[in-house]
């Protein structure tokens, strides 16, 4: 059962512009969600969460807003930068449990073209 | 400050044998959680560890088992391989059960299976 879906396997844009990545999920007990970056041959890096209890959260060019009622999340990055390449994961924890088993989406492979 | 370290980074192995894959977690960091992700996939979680225990375990079968050491390092272990358990085996370590710190992630084994 995938609880998270990330349903755009790509996308490429133009270095300078906005990169909007967009992550669903059906289970309404997540209660944090979190964006993961991985780039070959790494581990994915910690990027940015957010508790369910925000429908917002901002770290210098990322930005991750949360639709509650829609059970959906996007990642915004402005500007994109060629270095931002990379695939991205959603995931999310059903923290107020002390469930720790994160789902995660099948991520986007981002492309920022210089 | 060393981050999560897997060994090895490469093994192939054949059907029906069996493999232990290890980690050593962030410094700092007293809990262990293992992924399997495969091609196109995201990560899907395996188990946890704490206090040498397995706290929390994904939906995978008894043929995947675990160990923590007091020192904190992991090992997974998989029994009567199948060709599907060819995939990135990725650990991720953190501090406690129940913490707002994001879990930190190796680069991960990428197990083959022939």
């Known amino acids: 059962d995938q609880q998270v879906k990330q349903n755009s396997p790509s996308l490429s844009v133009q270095e300078g512009r906005i990169s909007i990545l967009n992550c669903d999920y059906t289970?309404?007990?997540?209660?944090?969600f979190l964006w993961y970056k991985k780039y070959p041959a790494e581990g994915p890096t910690f990027l940015i969460s957010i508790s369910s209890i925000k429908d917002k959260n901002e770290d210098g060019r990322f930005t991750v807003f949360l639709n509650k009622s829609a059970k959906h999340l996007s990642l915004h990055i402005v500007p994109s930068q060629p270095g931002d390449s990379a695939v991205y994961f959603c995931a999310a924890l059903t923290r107020r449990y002390n469930n720790n088993d994160m789902r995660f989406g099948a991520g986007t492979r981002l492309t920022v073209k210089p | 400050d060393a981050g999560v370290t897997q060994s090895p980074t490469h093994l192939i192995k054949t059907r029906g044998q069996q493999v232990t894959l290890r980690c050593s977690p962030k410094?700092?960091?007293?809990?262990v959680s293992w992924y399997q992700q495969a091609l196109g996939q995201g990560p899907q979680f395996i188990f946890q560890y704490y206090e040498e225990e397995e706290r929390q375990r994904g939906n995978f079968p008894d043929r995947f088992s675990g160990h923590q050491f007091p020192n904190y390092s992991s090992e997974l272990n998989v029994n009567a391989l199948l060709l599907g358990d060819s995939a990135l085996y990725l650990c991720?370590?953190?501090?406690?059960?129940?913490?707002?710190?994001?879990?930190?992630f190796g680069d991960g084994t990428r197990l083959s299976i022939l």
């Open positions: 289970n309404s007990m997540f209660d944090y």
């Open positions: 991720a370590s953190s501090l406690g059960l129940n913490t707002n710190q994001p879990q930190h």
């Open positions: 410094s700092g960091h007293d809990t």
